[in-house]
Antibody, heavy 119, light 111 residues
Framework: EVQLVESGGGLVKPGGSLRLSCAAS????????MSWVRQAPGKGLEWVGR??????????DYAAPVKGRFTISRDDSKNTLSLQMNSLKTEDTAVYYC??????????WGQGTMVTVSS | QSVLTQPPSVSGAPGQRVTISCTGS?????????VHWYQQLPGTAPKLLIY???NRPSGVPDRFSGSKSGTSASLAITGLQAEDEADYYC???????????FGTGTKVTVL
């Protein structure tokens, strides 16, 4: 079964850091572009960033609100994706989803992990 | 903030047809980027419903259909069922933002 499982969410103070992980199974991460999308409580979906597969350069792109603070990385040997979040703000509070890209669509979603930024 | 605009809510009786619009601009839908649709049931992760404007992934009922014209796209649900009660989001790529964008979301209520 193709599956993505996120971990690492929790409560962090403003200005703090947190690292989310996403374990892929049922497919080879090496061949996939991957993204992170978040959803604040009671709000809509917001794209966070994307990492291309290594054969396409392995480059990353980020949404303006997180650029310079968040970093996406991949370890294809472990079939794992990561999201390093620094200088966290209260407005970063959300459920964070790890997602596989299917072209410009998102075909496989994890169950999400909750990040709460609060003092 | 969302750059794709959807109606906040639509409703219909079982068996009826409802449509959800998704209005973009010349930097996303209007310039030719594909539109994709997602269904989010309460308390669950979104699920891909329509990709590439009109295509359904395996397992999605043919009651769901998508279309695109100009700077807008639409999702139609025919033969509305109670299990279709959910939030629906459109999504595309925006060249001005150099990133993916989602619609504001539409809550579908089955009366």
């Amino acid at each position: 079964e193709v599956q993505l499982v996120e971990s690492g969410g929790g409560l962090v103070k403003p200005g703090g850091s947190l690292r989310l992980s996403c374990a892929a199974s049922g497919f080879t991460l090496t061949n996939a572009w991957m993204s992170w999308v978040r959803q604040a409580p009671g709000k809509g979906l917001e794209w966070v960033g994307r990492i291309k597969r290594k054969t396409d350069g392995g480059t990353t792109d980020y949404a303006a609100p997180v650029k310079g603070r968040f970093t996406i990385s991949r370890d294809d040997s472990k079939n794992t994706l990561s999201l390093q979040m620094n200088s966290l703000k209260t407005e970063d509070t959300a459920v964070y989803y790890c997602i596989r890209n299917y072209g410009d669509a998102f075909d496989i979603w994890g169950q999400g992990t909750m990040v709460t930024v609060s003092s | 903030q969302s750059v794709l605009t959807q109606p906040p809510s639509v409703s219909g009786a079982p068996g009826q047809r409802v449509t959800i619009s998704c209005t973009g601009s010349s930097s996303n839908i209007g310039v030719g980027y594909d539109v994709h649709w997602y269904q989010q049931l309460p308390g669950t992760a979104p699920k891909l419903l329509i990709y590439g404007n009109i295509n359904r992934p395996s397992g999605v009922p043919d009651r769901f259909s998508g279309s695109k014209s100009g700077t807008s796209a639409s999702l139609a649900i025919t033969g509305l069922q109670a299990e279709d009660e959910a939030d629906y989001y459109c999504q595309s790529y925006d060249s001005s933002l150099s990133g993916y964008v989602f619609g504001t979301g539409t809550k579908v209520t089955v009366l």
